[in-house]
């Protein structure tokens, strides 16, 4: 179902129709007290006619009325209920007000139990018109019956019940085509605004992710859509920016040592060149091979990092950095380097072991291609709230901090001449985000660097 139609039915059509319902119950509750008011009249004329004394107040004594003898008579004559009086055959005896002799009800109406409580009742008239009647026995003071009949008419009660009901389905239609008019507005704005975010959606599906999608100055649920979206499509940008330049570093990277390689085979295919001249030149290819295969390593290695399943357990980190820092002892004597580990016995954390181990493994390559001989690298490992941290301080140059960001980036390096292709701190970084953690560069207190890791704790599902 669409959007406008959705709305038009469960913003419009449903609460008309719940109005109306509403209305209608409260109709019926507005007859029923009417009504009531009008049985409540009836009997109370009922008791003051049913006294003795009332039926024969007259001089003579003879059966009376209290309709007849009303000071307001034409006022309340139109509201007032019609008497009669039978007598103990059942016979007419009188009436009030006095009707033609051809309007004259000729029935009879039997006494009955003088103790019997009013009965009430509802007939309608030939012409349509309800009636209520009230009737009751009363006993004179001489001991004879009499029959007592009230009627009044509802004609104003039901006139008063179908004004209710016009006034009432006209404000019923009116709130529904209000609601109608509102929500056609709404229907409008929202399928307009939705229809922007699936447009938007299209064209990052065709790979345009160099527009944003379009404000529209609400800050409800659909426009924290938007800017979810919003930034979504930024961070594709970036993503994509940065597969663009890895490829365009990964092929500057490749291309350099294959052309170095292809100009020494040129060179030795040139002329004819002896024995040691040859192996000169196989070796230096074999360098540039060597280069290749660490690049494309790094590369693998990479990739690794930013794809597929990781398998996180609970386990020891202690232990993990504990291994790369002695696996890197024996380079770190090599160069003339100390490695101090600092860290608790025991720290467990939810983590991929594989993962967190080339983050770290890179981590002090870094320290010690940078490190001075003779110098020393300190790796420390402690708690900070929900987070375990791991850093790696050398003595080297240091990083400038306009640069602390760019060295997470694939290829980034201080200087051409530092060895190796510049993806060390990029793996530790995609390690980082695959844990929900995070990397960053401090100032080292003395000189040299700061590289800090840290990592959530608790498993991140």
Known sequence: MKLARRLWLLGALVPALAALVALVVAGQ??????????DHALLTQVAVESLSVSLFEGSEKRESLNLAMYPLLAQVQPFAPQGELFGQDGRLLMQHPSLPEEQVVTTLLMPGDPRSPPQLSTRALPDGTRVREAVVSVRSPQGELYALRLTATMAQVDESVRGYYRRAFSMAALLGLLLLVLQTFLARRLAGRLGAITGHLRILREGDFSQAPALDGDSDEIGQLRDVLAEVTDKLRGAREEQERLIADAAHELRTPLSLMRTRMDLALRRERGNEELLASFRAVRG????????????????????????????????????????????AEARGLIIFLESPTREDVWFDPGGVRRAVDNLLSNALKFSPSGGE???????????????????????????????????????????????????????????????????????????VLELPTRHQG
């Open 288 to 331: 540039e091979v060597d280069r290749l295969a660490v690049l494309a390593g790094e590369l693998l290695e990479l990739a690794a990092a930013g794809r597929g399943e990781w398998d996180r357990t609970k386990a020891n980190l202690v232990d993990v950095v504990g291994q790369s820092v002695e696996a890197a002892r024996a380079e």
């Open 29 to 38: 509750l507005f007859r029923y007290d009417l009504e009531a008011a009008l």
């Open 377 to 451: 690298i300190h790796v420390r490992l402690w708690r900070e709230h929900a987070h375990a941290r791991i850093s790696v301080v050398d003595q080297g140059p240091g990083i400038p901090p306009a640069q602390r960001e760019e060295v997470f980036a694939p290829f980034r390096k201080l200087s051409s001449a530092t060895p190796g292709a510049g993806l060390g701190l990029a793996i530790v970084r995609e390690v980082a985000r695959r844990h929900g953690g995070r990397v960053w560069v401090n100032s080292a207190r003395s000189r040299g660097a700061e590289v």
